[in-house]
């Protein structure tokens, strides 16, 4: 049985991927040429290539070098990390023009490589790897859309790790995803490069004994002991949902067996076992 969550998240996903084909998705597959927006910050080794209007003899690809520099044809040494790829195209114009080598030049410059501004994610989710923030503003919603969406393991969590300014010390910070996809815009934090997404596998419980089909299944938000027995298959024709058994850890790390009740919730690796009717 496929949770209602996971459903939804599903859905979701789909709807936020069709929005990202034309542009990131289709964006962050070409191999060059790549316009990145108007507001991407660039940054040492982005690669960009520049070209300026009826001038071929000056189109020139460059990486941008740790002091965020590049250098350019009759101008020499450029800096332009910090700057977005307009501002860095009015640079360099007003260079050519200043030093009389082109009135009025026509500039366009091209990322064609991201790699100054990447946010990781990991874990549980379709495709992990490295991603490039090719606008000054992305959420997390849309950063998992990149990465295909929470595999049908992953969890309804997930951790955000990021360092400080100083790079001093690194920052854990847990995302309630459920809530995200049930519409909690405050939730849907902003990614910053350098930051590393873990999504992890689903907390799961297990049942065996008098139920169609027992093992281990993902733990549902609010999911109680009659719940966890429909998800199982239900009960064998010898079975009986009174007096189940639950073994689960105690505060201590200590296995305890428990009886419980129908309506009681179910923990984390919870093992219930459900037994066989006396009549």
């Known amino acids: ?140 919603s849309e950063l998992l859309a990149m990465a295909g969406g929470v595999a049908p393991e992953g969890g309804d969590k997930a951790v955000l790790v990021r360092s400080s300014a100083n790079g001093a010390k690194r920052n854990r910070i847990e995302i309630d995803l459920y809530g995200l996809f049930e519409g909690d815009v405050s939730k849907d934090m902003e990614v910053k490069a350098g930051d590393i997404i873990y999504v992890p596998r689903a907390e799961v419980f297990y049942v065996y004994g008098e139920v169609q089909r027992p093992g281990m299944f993902p733990l549902q938000r609010n999911m109680n002991v009659a719940q966890a027995i429909s998800i199982s298959g239900g009960l064998t024709p010898r079975g009986t949902d009174r007096w189940v058994k639950v073994k689960r850890r105690n505060s201590q790390g200590e296995i305890q067996t428990e009886t419980v009740e129908l309506g009681d919730m179910v923990r984390p690796d919870d093992v219930i076992y459900v037994r066989e009717s006396w009549f």
């Open 1 to 140: 049985m496929v949770p209602v969550f996971r459903i939804a998240f599903t859905a979701a996903f789909e709807i936020a991927v069709r929005s990202f084909a034309i542009g990131v998705l289709l964006g962050w597959s070409l191999p060059a040429g790549v316009h990145a927006a108007d507001d991407y910050v660039l940054g040492p080794g982005d690669t960009v290539k520049i070209s300026v209007f009826d001038y071929p003899d000056l189109t020139t690809e460059a990486r941008i070098s740790e002091s965020g520099r590049i250098t350019f044809p009759l101008i020499g040494s450029v800096a332009i990390a910090g700057m977005n790829p307009a501002e860095a195209e009015k640079l360099i114009a007003r260079e050519l023009s200043d030093q009389d080598f082109i009135r009025q030049p026509h500039v366009t410059l091209m990322v064609t490589q991201f790699a100054s501004q990447q946010v990781t994610i990991i874990g549980l989710v379709n495709k992990p790897g490295k991603y490039p923030l090719e606008k000054a503003s992305t959420t997390l």
